[in-house]
């Protein structure tokens, strides 16, 4: 087998970050034929097919995903080597990859944001977004280094990963004011309620789906939307399009959570969970060793 033509490589990464030829081929200022002839020439030389073409770009297969996995590392491990022989921000070659998965709000990704930088303060951050699944593989794979989720899937790892719980949140159901009055008084008058629920990947929303049947009884739940963008539920909630269970720590911290009022006075008694899980295996990199220990004993959302 020949070796692996890793300029081959670098153009299917970038195709595959573009999410289209045509864009990368803008970013790399080379012509769409000859990424596209590229392209072919890995897949041939791997015998697999990496990217499957639609009508709005590429889309990564299930051996595309293995390989753009690796890519990360290796393209990352470049640029780090880069910054080292450049002097600059990050010079010693040390980047914190952090994941987030999809489910987990915003709001929590920066106090987590600054804690790195008020201990670390000369070591660069790369965050990563993707789905629970997602980040547990790259996380198993040394993609990124330490993950934040809304699940402890660590406990599933067999030890070869280590979870913190950072902060849990009673979830309360909160509406417009003009909404919450039409509702009225628990049990609700309405023979449906619009309801803004999180992502079916989110821990909570099987929970909160339960919750609505079981105490609610007749009531049928309307799903008008499912997000995970915490300042655009607040808007919807706010517009008056439905209601939705938010965390105490979003309710606490954003102004535009005055514009709520709480639906039927009372808790469904659900909880948001923050967990920080990296490697049980010692990072080789000193520099992200020290950030993630205090990331695991001394962080704290609570």
């Not at 590229?38 to 990564?60: H, I, M, N, T, Y």
């Not at 699944?133 to 660590?154: H, N, P, S, T």
């Amino acid at each position: 087998m020949e070796p692996l033509n890793y300029r081959h490589l670098f153009y299917f990464w970038r195709i595959a970050k573009a999410g289209s030829i045509a864009k990368a081929r803008k970013e790399m200022g080379l012509s769409q034929p000859a990424l596209s002839l590229q392209l072919k020439r890995l897949e041939r030389d791997l015998g697999k097919k990496l990217l499957a073409r639609g009508r709005s770009g590429v889309e990564l297969t299930l051996d595309g995903r293995f390989v753009f996995e690796h890519c990360e590392r290796i393209f990352l491990h470049g640029e780090r080597l880069a910054a080292a022989l450049r002097g600059g921000p990050g010079a010693d070659g040390s980047a914190l990859s952090i994941g987030v998965a999809r489910p987990v709000s915003g709001e929590f990704v920066l106090p987590i944001m600054r804690f790195v930088k008020s201990e670390r303060p000369e070591l660069p951050v790369r965050l990563v977004e993707g789905t629970v699944d997602d980040m547990e593989e790259r996380l198993r794979r040394g993609g990124v280094d330490v993950v934040i989720a809304d699940q402890d899937f660590a406990a599933r790892a067999g030890g070869a990963l280590r979870s913190r719980l950072a902060g849990r949140f009673p979830l309360r159901f909160m509406a417009a004011p003009g909404l919450a009055r039409r509702l009225g008084p628990f049990p609700p008058k309405r023979a449906s309620v619009p309801v803004i629920f999180r992502s079916p990947d989110a821990s909570a929303r099987r929970k909160l789906e339960d919750y609505l049947r079981r105490r609610v009884g007749q009531i049928n739940a309307l799903v008008v939307a499912e997000i995970d963008d915490p300042d655009l539920i607040r808007e919807l909630v706010a517009d008056g399009a439905g209601i939705a269970a938010l965390n105490a720590y979003a309710l606490q911290r954003s102004p535009a959570s005055r514009r709520l009022v709480a639906v039927w006075g009372r808790e469904p008694g659900i909880e948001e969970d923050v967990w920080i899980i990296s490697s049980a295996r010692e990072h080789p990199d000193p520099a992200i060793r020290g950030m993630i220990v205090p990331l695991l004993t001394k962080f704290s959302l609570t």
